[in-house]
């Protein structure tokens, strides 16, 4: 049913990551040189498909009882619909030609919108059926997807909004992005939400030397994701460990250093028991509740999680809330953090709270001076992954 050799083609054919500091460098480049643009096009297109047909493989690989679930077959059937049809649009030689390769670039991303929760779904029913095999394999399988699919993402929106040239941005890539002010507007609609959810939030003390200077180049999406999969997850474990009592407060410190900055995200909620530390970056994990969360809900998607409304936002800058939760948050927020070489580490003290270290690389240089070219060799070298400047 699935058999197509032109998959297997394009997937073992090599693919070229592209590093934050390229699309930068390559995005400035394009604001004078307008054929720039048309080698992004050629390139997305190029890419794409190789990306895609990998992720088809992966899929067909998968157990019989994962593959045809309709969940994941409709993730299947969508990523084969895009890979046909990047594979058969002519190579981009024109403006004209690029203005349509962008439309059907658009209209992918928006129809694969709603495919992290098919996974989530999909996943998740699999995984109540005994029969599926180690979680770890489930991991890793879910890990390059997911990889793959920012991968994917950022590829085709950075290259439909590198014509827009909106000040302060390139493409999708915010130049300055300011850390406070992300932090602090995450923190607000954080708390909005706990508050509607539990009746009160605890407040949100944001501090760091030259915190106001914080700023770098980022997609502010990304961050966005993963500022709310952290505070709010923060947020509820305070909010559950002192129930009608007086909350106290995050505490969110950033620090810059010569190429990095580092965020800790501090709560006094209780931690996180030695036994579930591991498991909170397992997909389909969800510490609501706490104890033994790994056993999956039964349900409709959307009645998993309090916070599913607001876990994955469209890449779109100014894109809706989504659905999303289902365990995926945490496991997806460090994938994003990553991505462009960072890290995102949960350190406990049972009992007492947790912190959260999301470090991100700052690819430009130290902020306070003039920009200077990034020192860093390699970020990350994993399949898909913008690596080697
Ligand atoms: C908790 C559990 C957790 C996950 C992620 C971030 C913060 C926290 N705090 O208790």
Request: glycine share 6%.
């Amino acid at each position: 049913r699935f058999y197509d050799s032109t998959i297997e083609k394009y997937a073992l054919q090599d693919i070229e990551a592209l590093s934050l500091q390229q699309m930068l460098e390559f995005g400035r480049s394009a604001l004078f040189d307008e054929s720039k643009i048309l080698k992004s096009a050629r390139h997305a297109q190029r890419e794409l498909p190789k990306r895609l047909a990998r992720r088809l493989m992966d899929l067909q690989f998968l157990p019989y009882i994962v593959v045809t679930n309709p969940h994941i077959k409709r993730v299947y059937d969508a990523y084969y619909h895009a890979f046909n049809t990047l594979r058969n649009m002519p190579q981009v030689q024109t403006s004209a030609e690029n203005d349509k390769l962008t439309q059907v670039l658009q209209r992918l991303v928006d129809e694969h919108a709603p495919m992290l929760d098919a996974l989530a779904a999909g996943f998740r029913e699999c995984k109540m059926k005994p029969i599926v095999g180690p979680k770890l394999q489930l991991d890793n399988f879910l890990d390059s997807m997911l990889r793959s699919r920012i991968s994917r993402r950022v590829m085709a929106e950075q290259h439909i909004h590198l014509a827009h040239k909106r000040p302060g941005y390139i493409g999708i890539i915010c130049t300055d992005l300011s850390l406070p002010e992300a932090i602090s507007f995450a923190a607000q609609r954080t708390k909005q939400v706990c508050t509607e959810t539990f009746g009160a939030a605890p407040e949100v003390v944001i501090s760091g030397s030259s915190a106001q200077l914080a700023t770098m180049p980022y997609i502010p999406t990304h961050l966005d994701y993963m500022l709310y999969e952290l505070l709010k997850n923060a947020m509820r474990a305070v909010v559950e460990c002192h129930k009608g009592r007086a909350l106290p407060p995050l505490h969110v410190a950033i620090c810059k250093a010569q190429s990095s900055v580092t965020l800790r995200i501090a709560d006094q909620g209780g931690g996180i028991p030695d036994d579930q530390l591991d498991k909170v970056f397992q997909y389909g994990f969800t510490t609501v509740g706490a104890q033994d969360s790994t056993v999956p809900v039964p349900g409709s998607v959307e009645g998993l999680n309090m916070w599913s409304h607001m876990t994955e936002r469209s890449a779109s800058p100014g894109g809706p809330w989504r659905m999303g939760g289902l365990g995926f948050g945490l496991p997806l927020s460090r994938l994003y953090a990553r991505y462009f070489g960072g890290d995102l580490r949960l350190v406990s003290m049972p009992g007492y709270g947790t912190d959260a270290y999301l470090s991100i690389q700052d690819l430009e240089g130290d902020w306070e001076e003039q920009r200077v070219e990034p020192q860093i060799a390699t970020v990350g070298n994993h399949d898909e992954t913008l690596s080697l400047p």
